[in-house]
């Protein structure tokens, strides 16, 4: 008797070789994107120092990372449904990791928020397309609940990233960004 894998308790027994390839690339670029927040926010007060910058400035380092979703996530909606979803994907992860990491090494505050404007557009690129590629691999219940173990890892990314990324703070402020660099061999993998 074979054990109860997460997969299973969300209905997502038999399935063909290509979802059983795509659908964990697709959750863990899901995760991913999570770090952009969660990963961070304890950091923040670790920047005042180093940077000589105000409690309400270090606000800016999620605006300008939240930001460009507003106007370029259903742009980057149409760009995938006229050249691709794989592709974007690549894409905006790829951005996502060497923004995010480029981050570590910025020489100045400006330089952080740039640097966190360009991982914004990464975050862009591939925030609704996690959603999307979850029904476009999944059909009827197998669907819900694909999009349930979604929910269900973010939901586990939301317990575990904060504290993770508070003790790296505790290290250094730039520790936590040196994370995202684990993010740019996904890029790679999802590259068609």
Do not use: H
């Not at 106007?71 to 060497?98: E, M, T």
């Not at 925030?127 to 669907?143: A, H, N, Q």
């Amino acid at each position: 008797m074979r054990a109860p894998s997460l997969a299973l308790l969300f209905g997502l027994g038999e399935l063909a070789p290509v979802q059983r390839r795509a659908l964990p690339l697709v959750y863990a670029s899901s995760l991913a994107l999570m770090m952009g927040v969660n990963l961070i926010q304890p950091a923040l007060p670790a920047m005042i120092e180093p940077f000589g910058v105000t409690d309400a400035a270090l606000g800016m380092v999620m605006a300008v990372y939240t930001a460009p979703a507003i106007v370029l996530s259903p742009l980057f909606g149409v760009v995938a449904d006229l050249y691709g979803r794989r592709l974007l994907l690549a894409f905006g992860l790829i951005l996502f990791s060497l923004g995010g990491t480029a981050v570590a090494f910025a020489p100045s505050f400006g330089w952080i928020l740039a640097l966190r404007a360009v991982q914004g557009i990464g975050f862009s690129a591939v925030i609704p397309l996690t959603v999307v590629l979850i029904g476009d691999l999944l059909e009827g219940s197998k669907e819900v609940g694909g999009q349930g173990l979604k929910v269900f890892l973010d939901r586990v990314g939301y317990l575990i990233l904060p504290p993770l990324g508070g003790l790296l703070a505790a290290i250094a402020w730039y520790w936590p960004f040196l994370c995202y660099i684990l993010v740019l061999p996904l890029g790679i993998l999802v590259l068609p």
